[in-house]
RNA sequence: GUGAAAGUAGCUCAACUUGGUAGAGCACUUGAUUGUGGUUCAAGUCGUUGCGGGUUCAAAUCCCGUCUUUCACCCCA
């Protein structure tokens, strides 16, 4: 295929079922949120570059390698490669009464280049919150259990907790520092990437998969015990306020988060999906400064292609990317049954039904149209039956016909297909 | 950014090793039934073998490049 047939490289089209699924998804998450107060913001899918070097840092590899940034009329732009950075943008341009508080989530793309692979694309999408509540403990159990009750209404089941802390600002030198000097005897028996990662990043050297790196990292003290007693207090507290929820969750001194922006309470939900790509969903506590404001937020995103890969594997996914079926399609013999066909068609949908017509064809090629489109009914008039003032009414799952007047067809309709499964709720696009 | 595998009809795949007219199943169209779908039977359509170049009398097949997909790193949701 050439590249006008083609999506580009780690970007593709959702259609179908995929696409049915993706809405339902979408729409279950837009229910759940809001039961927890929280309203949708739609941010910009571009920003300034500047927004996102500020608030995820500039030494982070999502800034320096991943995201797409190009230059129009002498500025910087770029695609967003997370959401939290524009609703901070968008925080930051508001006054203090209108974001202390606030909850807000979004659903939308997201873009990084990175080389594909399962559950990573380059256009993938994100379903997150972020609440700007005054920080406490009690706000980010909540948002914890939001996600877990979001994950869980998908129908997803075993799901664990990672749940770790960054610790207060205050900590995050001092604790880098004694990581590297804990570390230090043993850089000859770590991997070629820990050793720079000392250098660069030293707290991946915490979840390196290497057996060598892993067994010297057993033999380290834990990484809060460099962080403040306020640190250990706030993740203890935490804790208890998800055992008080009743929200199950694991403590993993190991867990690491990769933007710079967090501070305290940091978690990823871990679910049993093949491959590398476990993790569904990330979140935490942050401090973002932009311009003269400075703000302090909890939130999380998910990865909707991991949780979609979750729902297939969990053979989940069929029931909601099922078609919903047309109400009727109607068949036609002969240019006047055809020209009051068109016009009834106006009025069953303005009624509220979905028919379908084909502009032509034999009898036999119109009822296998009908049957092909999965409608329920079909309706067939021919010459004889518009000289009668009369139409068929056929069932096609039954086979069963039945001779309606041609003022009671309307009426007749209705009557069947809101006895029949309603239709599905509709849905917005993002 | 690093390392590896794959790409043939609308779909799932065969033919590639050892170069010699590109095939099957499903799907699709039509007919058996001149006004009734699904099942059955019969016939038919279906391709610039991802794209471009090279070797050769001859390339789906061998070689090079490129695009895309997949997998593992890196990183992240």
Redesign the pocket.
């Known amino acids: ?3 006008l047939t ?7 089209d959702i259609t179908g079922a995929e696409v049915r699924l993706w809405r339902w998804m979408e729409e279950t998450a837009r229910g759940v949120m809001t039961r927890y107060g929280f309203e949708e913001l739609r941010t910009p899918l571009m920003e300034h570059e500047s927004v996102f070097v500020r608030s995820i840092g500039d030494t ?3 800034v320096q ?2 995201m797409y940034v190009f230059e129009k009329g002498g500025r910087r732009y770029c695609l967003r490669p ?1 959401g939290t950075a524009g609703v901070m943008r968008h925080a930051a341009g508001l006054g203090p009464q209108e974001t202390d508080g606030a909850r807000w989530f979004y659903l939308g793309p997201m873009f ?1 280049c ?8 380059r256009q ?1 999408h ?1 379903c997150g919150v972020e609440c700007l509540e005054a920080p406490s403990p009690v706000v980010d159990a909540e948002i914890l259990a939001l996600q877990m009750d979001l994950l869980q209404a998908w129908g997803l089941k075993n799901l664990a907790i990672h749940l770790n802390t960054r610790g207060a600002a205050a900590d995050h030198a001092p604790a880098a520092a004694a990581l590297r000097a804990a570390l230090a005897p043993h850089e000859a028996e770590l991997c070629e ?1 820990c050793r720079r ?1 000392i250098g660069q ?1 030293v707290l ?1 050297v915490l979840d ?3 057996e060598p790196c892993k067994a010297v990292v057993a033999g380290l003290p834990a990484l809060t015990s460099f962080m403040s007693q306020e640190s250990r207090d706030y993740l203890d507290a935490v804790a208890s306020h998800l055992s008080v929820m009743g929200v199950p969750y694991m403590i993993d001194p190991l867990l ?4 710079d922006y967090y501070e305290h309470t940091i978690w ?1 939900i871990v679910g049993t999906a093949a ?3 476990s ?4 979140g935490g506590r942050y401090r973002i400064r932009l311009g003269e404001r400075e703000l302090c937020g909890v939130g999380f ?3 909707m ?2 949780v979609a890969a979750a729902l297939e594997e969990a053979g989940l996914a069929a029931a909601h990317g099922a078609a919903v079926p047309l109400d009727l399609w109607l068949v036609g ?1 002969g240019d006047a049954a055809r020209e009051a066909n068109l016009a009834l068609m106006r009025s069953l949908r303005a009624a509220g039904l979905s028919c379908r017509m084909a502009p032509g ?5 119109q ?6 489109s999965g409608a329920r009914f ?1 309706l ?6 518009l000289a009668a003032g009369t139409a ?1 009414l ?6 069963e ?1 039945e001779t309606l007047k041609t003022e009671a067809i309307e009426q007749r309709i209705q009557a069947i297909s809101a006895a029949a499964a309603p239709t599905a709720a509709s849905g917005e696009p993002t």
Request: aromatic letters at 2%; a positive charge.
């Open positions: 295929m050439s590249t083609q999506p580009i490289q780690g970007m593709s982070t590899d999502v390698k991943e997370e990084r990175e080389r594909p692979q399962a559950g990573r694309k993938f994100q990437d990662r990043n991946r390196c998969k290497n690491v988060r990769g933007l990823e491959g590398s790509q993790a569904l969903a990330g995103a998910i990865g292609e991991r013999l064809g034999s009898m036999k090629s009822m296998r149209a009908a049957n092909k079909a067939i008039r021919g010459e004889d039956e068929n056929k069932n096609l799952a039954t086979g016909q």
